[in-house]
């Protein structure tokens, strides 16, 4: 008689439950589940997509030691709040040695390979935002002490989050959580980062038959990571030192921080010099949740910081339009949230959703329509409206600067048919 298997679930579902996690998951007949086709390239590992009661799980299987490891390294981000997969489940099967990490796959979002197929090269801007997202992505990791070891855009998902993309770690094999990363620690994590995205653009550029200049393109838009990498790492922990009469550079750091998303954990002021006429700033930051966290507390929404930096600019317009109509229609910044999330943002969600279709991320299909009723609005010279912004929207007739036209048209609208379709 084998060894009894061990299964962790953290989601009560009947369906998941209901899998035949005795086999291998290799030999798991059709019939056995909801399989789900999704081309998301190579892996070391066998991954297969499974729906139950309505939601899509990613199950890989590979050897019980690096399994454990990963469980627990991807709880670890998950409590963090660090950009990664949610873990779900772990199932140990002793007989074979294996067992079966299960995440929850990540709805809306997109492999690299699919994006890069999908933007033209003339669409720089909306590449350097993928590059920003990495990079970003190992900024947040090393801030909290992880070592991600196998950093690459294959093992990254990118999901749109208002003008801004968000990478998301997929795979966390390699990974370690440490109390800090040293400078050397880090270096030897951005070199592994540089090299596995030359050669991820690389494939991609011959997969699409581009050679000599489009290949030199990709090698430097790898290098140039490192330097983004260094430029936001520096933002975040340098110190500043001013005089006691330029206090406004203090207001000017949190800012440029807040912009960035970041909320402000620390300040601390000391003297730099003995006769005290020169301060030194030190700021300690907390994870970039700024904006996410003011429309939180406004109207209890949990969306991500790119689209919350969106939709506060539109709560606050709408608030401005209220005060305007007279002091008996002006109201605290929490009335005016529920009264902007009633009123404004859930019909003008439905109706932008609608316009796009099943597989369109709601909350994302309202940031798309305020950024294309603003610009057909500039282009116009007056307010369009919102209609005349719904039928651009629908017709996928944005201008171009609109994210990359939706980057493009949601990469050819899915990646995956809609859950219980």
Known sequence: MGAPISIRLRAASPGLLALPWLDPLGTW??????????NVGPSRHLVRFVEADYVLYALKELPTRIADKEYRVLRDLEVRELPAVRPVGLVDQPDTGNSILVTEYLEHSWQ?????????????????????AIA????????????????????????????????????????EVHAALSNGQRAHDLDILVENVSGDLVDVSMEL??????????????????????????????TETFGTGERYKVEARVRRLNELGFAIDELALEPATEDRSTLRLKVAVANRRFHAQELRRLTGLEVGEGQA????????????????????????????GFRWRTDVFEPGMARAAAALGDVADPIQAY?????????????????????????????RQAPSESAAQMVVAETATASFPPIGG
């Open 209 to 238: 038959g581009e050679s000599g200049e489009r290949i030199d393109e990709d090698l430097a838009a790898a290098e140039s990571i490192a330097d983004r990498y260094r430029a936001l790492w520096e933002e975040l922990t340098h």
């Open 29 to 38: 007949p059709e019939d056995a589940a909801d399989f789900r086709d999704l």
């Open 367 to 395: 940031c798309d329509l305020l950024e294309v009723r603003w610009l057909l609005s500039e282009g116009q010279g007056h307010d369009v409206g919102q209609d005349a912004a719904l039928a651009a929207l629908a017709a």
């Open 309 to 336: 930096a969106i939709l506060l600019n539109d709560l606050r317009a709408n608030q401005a339009r209220l005060a305007v109509e007279g002091p008996e229609a002006a109201a605290s910044d929490v009335v005016a």
């Open 112 to 132: 690299f390979r699919r994006l890069f197929r999908r933007l033209p090269r003339e669409l720089v801007k909306h590449r350097e935002r993928l590059l920003d």
């Open 136 to 175: 970003g992505l190992l900024v947040d990791l090393h801030r909290e002490g992880v070592f991600w070891g196998d950093c690459s855009l294959a093992n990254t998902l990118f999901k749109r989050d208002g003008q801004l993309l968000q990478a998301f770690l997929v795979d966390a094999e390699t990974s």
